[in-house]
């Protein structure tokens, strides 16, 4: 508990100011040939959604089953494709890089692993469609088979905002 400079008392949540290392993004898009020649389908995760929930879905660094890097928190399908909500461990040294990298705009893909469930062939294109997906990771990765899948956003606020944030309120140059 801190208080104003009038000395009221307030009460702030850390969380909401802290730098958690939490970013969304795209990890598919539904209808988009990718560098594999497949193409996701909507509705192709929603049985593995149901039978896996976010957190046993792995993240990890460019498909590297040594290398998780955070935790996906959610997973939803949109008329766009799976969207994916996750956080970066930034108490190991894989998550502080991989953050600071997806932070800079140096790596912004994302990719899935799984196992196909029901596929059939487009003769026509010669595309492979994916209508059931048993989603196992996604990762972060430099170059995604689906050019469409990426890190949308990335929420980041310096370490010091807290005190920054408590002194503004003191000294009342904070409204609130």
Do not use: C
């Amino acid at each position: 508990m801190t208080k104003l400079h009038n000395g009221a008392p307030i009460e702030l949540d850390v969380k909401a100011v802290a730098d958690d290392g939490s970013f969304h993004g795209y990890a598919s898009t539904f209808n988009v040939r990718d560098r594999g020649g497949d193409i996701v389908k909507p509705g192709a995760f929603t049985t593995s959604l149901a039978k896996y929930p976010a957190a046993r879905v792995k993240m990890l660094w460019q498909h590297d089953t040594s290398e998780p890097v955070g935790t996906w928190t959610s997973f939803t399908e949109d008329a766009k494709g799976l969207k994916a909500e996750g956080r970066f461990i930034l108490a190991t040294a894989k998550g502080r890089e991989a953050h600071a990298l997806v932070k800079a705009g140096a790596v912004d893909g994302l990719s899935i692993g799984f196992r196909t469930i029901r596929d059939e062939m487009d003769r026509k294109s010669g595309a492979r469609l994916l209508h059931g997906i048993e989603l196992r990771e996604v990762s972060i990765v430099t170059f995604p088979m689906n050019e469409d899948a990426t890190v949308t956003g990335v929420k980041s606020t310096p370490d010091n905002s807290f005190r920054a944030l408590v002194e503004a309120i003191n000294a009342g140059r904070a409204h609130f």
